[in-house]
């Protein structure tokens, strides 16, 4: 073989191993762009479903908020309207201890009074009331202790061992509950 033809020989080998090499270097290529895209895509498709999960939590979480914020808006209504109508009975139940009925009223106090401690009872009693009182029961006051109340009385034993409130401010308080639920409606 002459140099020549050798030379012709390497250089044919080197351009066939170039293109072998060039065409595989271009099925890699290949190859890494299919699956950086492939890898690219399930990134994406995996940060839009965390992205719209986030989303979800984030709506849910404004939403229960929005709803907790209207509630506490609407407690704070209602229980302004109850304040505001507890002051209206009370302005009510003040005109009532001024008004013709309240006598018979303060009458059966001290009766119910009595039949529960029995006669040897003291009475407790707004001072502008005691005229208001049965005359045979105005001895039972007790002078030294004028309650301050829209109206009703304490009933005590003389001993201190027991008592009946019957005060408006007691009773409102005792049925408070049941007003409450009532001006909720």
């Known amino acids: 073989m002459t140099l020549e033809a050798l030379v012709k020989e390497i250089e044919a080998r080197s351009s066939k191993e170039v293109r072998d090499l060039e065409l595989k270097l271009e099925n890699e290529r290949r190859k890494v762009e299919e699956v950086s895209h492939r890898d690219t895509e399930r990134f994406r498709t995996e940060a839009d479903r965390k992205a719209q999960l986030e989303a979800a939590r984030e709506k849910a979480r404004l939403v229960a908020s929005a709803k907790l914020q209207a509630k506490k808006l609407l407690f ?3 229980e302004k309207r109850t304040a505001t109508a507890l002051e209206e009975v009370r302005g009510r139940l003040s005109a009532y201890a001024k008004g013709p009925d309240y006598p018979g009223l303060l ?6 009074g009595t039949t529960v401690l029995g006669s040897d009872v003291k009475i407790l009693a707004r001072p502008e009331d005691v005229p208001l009182l ?4 105005r001895s039972l006051v007790d002078d030294t202790r004028p309650l301050r109340v829209l109206g009703g009385l304490i ?3 003389k001993d201190g061992s027991r008592s009946l409130n019957y005060t408006f401010e007691e009773l409102l308080r005792l049925r408070e509950d049941r007003v409450r639920e009532a001006l909720a409606r």
């Open 76 to 78: 704070e209504a209602r």
């Open 107 to 112: 009458a059966s106090m001290v009766s119910s």
């Open 134 to 137: 049965p005359t045979k029961t």
């Open 155 to 157: 009933i005590e034993k």
